[in-house]
Each structure stands twice: as structure tokens, then as C-alpha cells.
């Protein structure tokens, strides 16, 4: 499925591949967790909340359990070193004492895997201010460009199967003219990525989630 | 070439400088206050006495400003010892708090003497790694002794951490990325330790072959 969309200032593109249908009887969870890789995650903070905010608005079938309450009570399976990177991993890291007893215990049964980060690609102009006795101002123009690529995938801790992924692609040029006063105009291509991203998401959550 | 976003880490450094009256210093004062939760493993069938001696306790990062950097004093000693306790209350079945390595004298009956220890604490900034991230190393080192004190052997071993810089304050990334380098340090020790279910026997056998005990175990 290809959704393309276009605004004033930012085109993204979201991808979603389906693998397998959700199980969405009974009272299971999800959680949402950033890939971590050398003790950090590249995922902004400001993506992931705006991601959890974002289903948590949802008529989701499921509940969105919290990243750190998640990382804390399998601590300390799901730290960079030592959450799976693969689902080949995944019935390893199953059967470590108490591991799948915890999971059963908060209910999470699906983990959606988050990655990817928004960057600074290109950018020019200039801009200079001054201000005196009677008064200041700025005079210029800067833009810059913005793509932010994240991916998500979704597995299902149960059956230790990939149930299936959302990528999410935007891009973007900022304007900041300046005559007098700054005016910017930003691409907010985070938001356009998480909101894309979170509203195919909720196409494997949701009520009618089946294939 | 790719930017990360925002403004470069040497401006941000200046911008906050500038800020503040030039009478102060430009520098950051940090305590980690983070807890830490309790791992999920089986415990070990030992019962283990662990040493933290006043190092470890009251031990402070501290660097002078510089260029590229602020002045940082990290606390961090508190926060090792809560770590510590939670792992190694979870790890072995027993665990006994010593006020030294020889636990024979204090009548507590243990089957391995344990004192953690930090190396080293390194802390790197965006300006000078040229990324986004603040990043944190720190540098272990883990002797198992005796019930009566005699050193036994050591496991030396790294944690690292990073977080995103923000635009205003450093304290919130380099606390996080401090806490990230301390759980990760905490993931290697529980699957090393969780390797051998037979843990105190090699520690045993290791003490009667190797009378000078200089076996090491690194990450």
C-alpha cells in the first residue's frame, strides 16, 4: 500500500507490507520501542511521544503499554546489548528464566519496533539583525531541507513472527524570510512521519485489522 | 553531507555561556539520581558478601571547562551503589553487605567476596565526537575475593550510553546517557554471571589452581 501525501511544505511517502493478521481477542498490549544501538537510540524522543500520543488517540482494540515501564520490568533483556535484532533471536531470549512469565504478567503481546531519525540535509542563505536605540529588526532569508525516515516492525511475541512494517519517508523545506521581523515557515516533516506512520499503524490495531 | 538537526553543539556551548553572568564559571554540577530496576534472572545458589568501599561510594566525574565543553562535576558514586544492590540482589540468593574484603571476620558466612569498582568515567559532547549525541563510557572493574579476603580474580568491563543533545541544557542528555551506559554495563555483568549456573565452584577452583590469581576476564 503507497500513500502519498502533499502539503505546502513537506511530501512523504508511507510504505506498510503486511505479514500476518493480528490476534485482537482477549486484552493484549503493545509497546512501542525505539531501536537502540552503542547505549543510544537514534529515534528522536519527540517522534516516540508523538507516536504513543498519537494511537493512544485511536480507537485502538489494544493497549499501548509504556516503552520505559516495558524496558524496567524485562530489564535487562531489551537494553541495547541485549534486545533481539532478529526474530531468530526472539525464542532465545524467550526462554531465559522468567522472561516470557513477564511478559504474560503485563500483557504485552505485540512490540513495535521504531527507528530511524529526521535530519538536516541542505541548507543556505543568510540572515543579520541589528538593534539600536530606536528599535531593531532582521534582514534575510535561510532555508533549509528536511528528511526524516523512520521504519517500524511490528512482532508478535506469541508466535515470535513478524506480523508486518510501516516506513515512512518525508521531506521538506523550511523558509525563514526576514524583513524587519523572522517569519518562519517550517516543514514539519517529524509530523508528517509520525502521523502517517501511526495512521497505518492502526490499520493492523484496529477493530477492522484484518487482512 | 548530512547536518543533524538544530544548531551546532560549539554554538549552543557559546549561547548558553553568554547567558550567564561573566562572573560564573560556565559549568554544570550533576548528581544521577535515576533507581534501577530489578533484573529478571534465577538467582545464583551462592550467597555472596559485596564490598562497596568509600571510592565507589563518593566517586565525582569532574573536568574543567575547555573550549569545546563546559566544566562538568557528575555524581556518580550513589547511583552505582543502588545499581549494584539491585543486581546483586537479584543475581545471588543471598547477598550480605561487608564493611571490608575479609568477611570471616565479621562472622557472616559467604561464599564469595565481591568489590565493584569504576575505572574510568569518560564523557564526550557533541562538539568534540562532532554528532548529536552525548556520549558516556564508563569503565568497570569487578574483583571477586575470599571469604577471607584473598583476591581471587577480576572482570573488567565497559558501559555505554548516548543521548540526544537539546537546544538549552546539557544535564538532562548527559544524565540520560549516564543511566544508558550504566544499564548496559549491568546488561553485560547479568549475562556473564547468568552464563554459569556453576559460577562459586569456578571461582573455588580457580582459587586453589591459581595461587596468584591474575586470570582476567575483559568485555
Known amino acids: 500500500m503507497l500513500t502519498l501525501a502533499h502539503s505546502a511544505c513537506t511530501t512523504s511517502r508511507i510504505d506498510v507490507a503486511r505479514h500476518a493478521t493480528t490476534d485482537l481477542s482477549g486484552d493484549s498490549g503493545v509497546v512501542l520501542l525505539a531501536r537502540k544501538q552503542e547505549g543510544g537510540q537514534n529515534t528522536e524522543e519527540e517522534f516516540m511521544e508523538c507516536l504513543n500520543s498519537s494511537l493512544a488517540k485511536m480507537q485502538l482494540v489494544v493497549r499501548i503499554y509504556p516503552e520505559q515501564a516495558f524496558l524496567d520490568a524485562l530489564f535487562p533483556w531489551f537494553e541495547s546489548r541485549t534486545a533481539p535484532t532478529s526474530l531468530e533471536e526472539l525464542p532465545a531470549l524467550l526462554q531465559r528464566p522468567g522472561v516470557s512469565e513477564k511478559i504474560t504478567e503485563i500483557g504485552v503481546r505485540y512490540i513495535v519496533w521504531v527507528d530511524g531519525s529526521s535530519e538536516r540535509v541542505d541548507g543556505g542563505g543568510g540572515m543579520s539583525c541589528a538593534v539600536g536605540p530606536g528599535g531593531g529588526g532582521c534582514f534575510g532569508f535561510v532555508w533549509w531541507d528536511t528528511a526524516s525516515v523512520y521504519e517500524t516492525n511490528i512482532w508478535d511475541l506469541k508466535n515470535a513472527r513478524s506480523i508486518g512494517a510501516v516506513s515512512a519517508d518525508a521531506s521538506g523545506m523550511s523558509y525563514v524570510p526576514a524583513l524587519l521581523v523572522p517569519v518562519p515557515l517550517i516543514a514539519r516533516t517529524q509530523n508528517a512521519a509520525c502521523k502517517g506512520v501511526a495512521e497505518q499503524l492502526k490499520g493492523f490495531f484496529a477493530e477492522d485489522a484484518a487482512l | ?219
Open chain 2, 1 to 219: 553531507m548530512r547536518d543533524t538537526k538544530g544548531p551546532p553543539s560549539a554554538i549552543r556551548v557559546l549561547a548558553l555561556c553568554a547567558l550567564i553572568p561573566a562572573a560564573v564559571a560556565c559549568s554544570t554540577a550533576l548528581r544521577v539520581d535515576s533507581g534501577f530496576p530489578r533484573p529478571v534472572v534465577a538467582s545464583l545458589p551462592i550467597d555472596a558478601g559485596v564490598y562497596y568501599d568509600d571510592t565507589l561510594r563518593e566517586y565525582v566525574f569532574e573536568r574543567q571547562a575547555d573550549a569545546k565543553s563546559l566544566a562538568w562535576k557528575i555524581e556518580i558514586g550513589p547511583a552505582h551503589v543502588r545499581l549494584f544492590d539491585q543486581l546483586f540482589h537479584s543475581l545471588f540468593e543471598n547477598l550480605v553487605h561487608l564493611d571490608g574484603l575479609a568477611a570471616g571476620n565479621t562472622g557472616k558466612s559467604v561464599g564469595v567476596v565481591i568489590k565493584p569498582s569504576i575505572d574510568e568515567y569518560a564523557l564526550h559532547a557533541p562538539s568534540g565526537t562532532s554528532s548529536a549525541f552525548y556520549e558516556v563510557e564508563i569503565r568497570y572493574r569487578l574483583a571477586f575475593h575470599s571469604p577471607g579476603g584473598e583476591f581471587i580474580k577480576h572482570w573488567s568491563y565497559t558501559g555505554r550510553g548516548r543521548s540526544r543533545s537539546t537546544l538549552f541544557g546539557s544535564d538532562e542528555p548527559v544524565q540520560k546517557a549516564t543511566v544508558a551506559a550504566m544499564r548496559d554495563a549491568a546488561a553485560w555483568l547479568v549475562i556473564e554471571l547468568t552464563k554459569h549456573t556453576d559460577f562459586h565452584t569456578l571461582l573455588q577452583a580457580q582459587q586453589n589452581e591459581n595461587e596468584n590469581g591474575k586470570d582476567n576476564h575483559d568485555s
